[in-house]
Nanobody, 121 residues
Protein backbone atom coordinates (compact mmCIF):
# COMPACT_ATOMS: atom_id res chain seq x y z
CA UNK A 1 0.00 0.00 0.00
CA UNK A 2 0.97 3.61 -0.52
CA UNK A 3 0.29 6.33 2.03
CA UNK A 4 0.33 10.08 1.50
CA UNK A 5 0.89 12.63 4.24
CA UNK A 6 0.12 16.28 3.55
CA UNK A 7 1.41 19.29 5.44
CA UNK A 8 1.59 23.04 5.14
CA UNK A 9 -1.97 24.30 5.17
CA UNK A 10 -3.13 27.20 7.28
CA UNK A 11 -4.56 30.69 7.44
CA UNK A 12 -3.03 33.51 5.42
CA UNK A 13 -4.03 36.99 4.39
CA UNK A 14 -4.88 37.84 0.81
CA UNK A 15 -1.68 38.32 -1.19
CA UNK A 16 0.26 35.97 1.06
CA UNK A 17 1.96 32.66 0.34
CA UNK A 18 1.81 29.07 1.54
CA UNK A 19 3.56 25.90 0.53
CA UNK A 20 1.91 22.51 0.67
CA UNK A 21 3.86 19.27 0.81
CA UNK A 22 2.74 15.71 0.17
CA UNK A 23 5.05 12.79 0.91
CA UNK A 24 4.42 9.29 -0.39
CA UNK A 25 5.59 6.22 1.51
CA UNK A 26 5.06 2.48 1.46
CA UNK A 27 5.11 0.39 -1.70
CA UNK A 28 6.23 3.14 -4.05
CA UNK A 29 8.19 1.56 -6.89
CA UNK A 30 7.45 4.32 -9.37
CA UNK A 31 5.45 7.53 -9.59
CA UNK A 32 3.72 8.39 -12.84
CA UNK A 33 1.82 11.51 -11.93
CA UNK A 34 1.35 13.77 -8.91
CA UNK A 35 -1.66 16.04 -8.73
CA UNK A 36 -3.11 18.66 -6.41
CA UNK A 37 -6.87 19.06 -6.23
CA UNK A 38 -8.97 21.37 -4.10
CA UNK A 39 -12.53 21.42 -2.91
CA UNK A 40 -14.19 24.55 -1.63
CA UNK A 41 -17.21 24.34 0.62
CA UNK A 42 -20.29 23.47 -1.41
CA UNK A 43 -18.34 22.98 -4.62
CA UNK A 44 -16.97 20.06 -6.59
CA UNK A 45 -13.37 18.98 -6.31
CA UNK A 46 -11.25 20.56 -9.03
CA UNK A 47 -7.77 19.97 -10.41
CA UNK A 48 -5.29 22.65 -9.40
CA UNK A 49 -1.96 21.43 -10.78
CA UNK A 50 -0.35 18.27 -12.10
CA UNK A 51 3.22 17.15 -12.69
CA UNK A 52 4.17 14.14 -14.78
CA UNK A 53 7.20 11.90 -14.72
CA UNK A 54 8.98 14.01 -17.32
CA UNK A 55 8.37 17.08 -15.11
CA UNK A 56 5.84 18.57 -17.49
CA UNK A 57 3.14 20.48 -15.65
CA UNK A 58 -0.46 21.56 -16.07
CA UNK A 59 -2.35 24.22 -14.13
CA UNK A 60 -5.92 25.34 -13.74
CA UNK A 61 -6.42 28.70 -15.43
CA UNK A 62 -7.40 30.22 -12.10
CA UNK A 63 -3.95 29.56 -10.58
CA UNK A 64 -1.62 30.01 -13.55
CA UNK A 65 1.18 32.42 -12.74
CA UNK A 66 0.49 32.21 -9.00
CA UNK A 67 0.96 28.54 -8.09
CA UNK A 68 3.93 26.30 -8.83
CA UNK A 69 3.98 22.53 -8.57
CA UNK A 70 7.28 20.70 -8.14
CA UNK A 71 8.54 17.32 -7.02
CA UNK A 72 11.51 15.81 -5.24
CA UNK A 73 11.97 12.31 -6.58
CA UNK A 74 14.50 11.43 -3.87
CA UNK A 75 11.84 12.04 -1.23
CA UNK A 76 8.76 10.93 -3.21
CA UNK A 77 7.33 14.33 -2.37
CA UNK A 78 5.29 16.83 -4.32
CA UNK A 79 5.00 20.50 -3.42
CA UNK A 80 2.56 23.25 -4.24
CA UNK A 81 3.92 26.75 -3.82
CA UNK A 82 1.00 29.14 -3.64
CA UNK A 83 1.72 32.83 -4.06
CA UNK A 84 -0.51 35.88 -4.32
CA UNK A 85 -3.28 33.96 -2.63
CA UNK A 86 -6.85 35.14 -2.98
CA UNK A 87 -9.92 34.49 -0.82
CA UNK A 88 -11.31 32.33 -3.62
CA UNK A 89 -8.36 29.97 -3.15
CA UNK A 90 -9.86 28.96 0.20
CA UNK A 91 -10.47 25.22 0.09
CA UNK A 92 -9.30 21.85 1.30
CA UNK A 93 -6.35 20.80 -0.85
CA UNK A 94 -5.77 17.13 -1.62
CA UNK A 95 -2.76 15.49 -3.20
CA UNK A 96 -3.11 12.47 -5.44
CA UNK A 97 -0.27 10.20 -6.55
CA UNK A 98 -0.44 7.36 -9.05
CA UNK A 99 2.19 4.85 -10.03
CA UNK A 100 3.26 1.24 -9.67
CA UNK A 101 4.09 -0.76 -6.56
CA UNK A 102 6.52 -3.07 -8.38
CA UNK A 103 8.13 -3.51 -11.83
CA UNK A 104 5.17 -5.63 -12.97
CA UNK A 105 2.46 -3.80 -11.06
CA UNK A 106 -0.08 -3.45 -9.60
CA UNK A 107 -0.83 0.19 -10.02
CA UNK A 108 -1.77 2.36 -7.06
CA UNK A 109 -3.77 5.57 -6.82
CA UNK A 110 -3.40 7.22 -3.42
CA UNK A 111 -4.97 10.29 -1.83
CA UNK A 112 -3.76 12.53 0.94
CA UNK A 113 -5.86 13.39 3.95
CA UNK A 114 -6.45 16.98 2.87
CA UNK A 115 -5.05 20.29 4.07
CA UNK A 116 -7.20 23.31 4.83
CA UNK A 117 -6.10 26.56 3.21
CA UNK A 118 -7.95 29.67 4.29
CA UNK A 119 -7.26 33.05 2.72
CA UNK A 120 -8.71 36.05 4.51
CA UNK A 121 -9.55 39.27 2.71
Amino acid sequence: QVQLVESGGGLVQSGGSLRLSCAASGSVFSILVMTWYRQASGKQRELVARILGDDSTNYADSVKGRFTISRDNTKNTVYLQMDTLKPEDTAVYYCNVAGFTSPMGPRYNAWGQGAQVTVSS
